[in-house]
């Protein structure tokens, strides 16, 4: 499996972002997330999400240089409706509203419909922590076939429905802790990784279509069959149903119920909040440090070198790719090059870029 440099991913994305209609400035935007997806070891969010960009723009359904639309303002609740524009810059936007609005408020509350995929949560989450804010963000995945069985179920009833949140450090620094979590046991792009790699999944992450336990990727990556499980049994399934009600129902964005064009549609609803607007700001700084280091100072469980909080292995995997190399296997780098030239690149330039020669 080749490692290729960091700067060539970014190019190969912004190449076929260019090519399907996006303006320079939103195919930048969505190189950039891919590439820091893939920097921050989520490679089942990076530039592995193109191939199905490329499929869903030609269905129609990914709606290049759409401008974000504000359905409702009252204040310290926003509505935004995205209608399917590149979701990495749809929900950039919606965010950065929320967070102006926070700055005069103390909080605000974004509601953003029916973007195509927003693509890596915990990119938002950095997003607000860079500016100072915490945030929680609650997201559902519709227009989609259901791919997660809940709780005792035998069947997929919802998406991967992912949940992130996020405490700020002091300015300048990394966010204190940055949770970022699909609520299936893993993200339906790590099984799509293991199928293009020809390994199996972990135990206890999938079930096959009558509902028994595998380890095969195959059925469920290439025809839906079966389904991933939620993590955490009732807990993990739990969160899931809250993230379809609070990200998408209770907002008025698209469900899992609703008729789909097989795309990826993403609703989200955001809180974000000014720390500084709490009374004991300043017990409240020294206070999210000290709970920091004590949980850091915990003795390790064996085979574990540290106790990290979270958010701290997507920093160290960035630094390591970024000196390194991004890993990625040969299916899915061919399949990439085979999506741009659907858009009419020539394969040979393609794969210049990958290596950083263009």
Known sequence: MPNLPAAGLRAL???????????????????????????AGHDSHGVGMLPTYVRIFREGCLVPNRELRTVADSGAVIVFDGGRGVGQRMAREAVARGIER???????????????????IGTYGEQAAAAGM???????VADHDPIVAPY????????????????????GEPPVALLDMATSTIAFGKARVARNKGLPVPE?????????????????????????????AHKGSGLAVLCELLGAALIGGQTITDPMRHAVVNSMLAILIDPER?????????AVEAVARWIRAARPAPGIDRV??????ERESRARRLAEGVPIDEKSLADILDAGMALGLERERLSALARGEG
């Not at 076929?16 to 996006?22: E, L, Q």
């Not at 005069?104 to 693509?119: E, F, K, M, P, T």
């Not at 915490?134 to 559902?140: D, H, L, M």
């Not at 709490?278 to 020294?286: D, I, P, T």
């Open 278 to 286: 709490f009374a004991a700001a300043e017990r409240g700084s020294a």
């Open 134 to 140: 915490a945030g929680i963000f609650w997201v559902n």
């Open 13 to 39: 994305a912004y190449a076929i972002a260019r090519a399907w209609g996006s303006g320079e400035e939103e195919a930048a935007l969505l190189a950039d997330h891919l590439l820091e997806a893939n920097l």
């Open 152 to 171: 005792g179920a035998a069947e997929a009833r919802f998406g991967t429905n992912p949940f992130c949140a996020v405490v700020p450090g002091r300015p």
């Open 308 to 313: 990290r909080l979270p958010g701290e292995p």
């Open 102 to 120: 926070a700055r005069g408020l103390g909080a605000a509350v974004v509601a953003l419909r029916d973007s195509c995929h927003i693509g890596r």
């Open 204 to 232: 206890g992450t999938l079930i096959d279509r009558e509902g028994r336990p595998t380890t095969d990727p195959g059925p469920m990556v290439d025809r839906f069959e079966g389904a991933l499980t939620a993590f955490g």
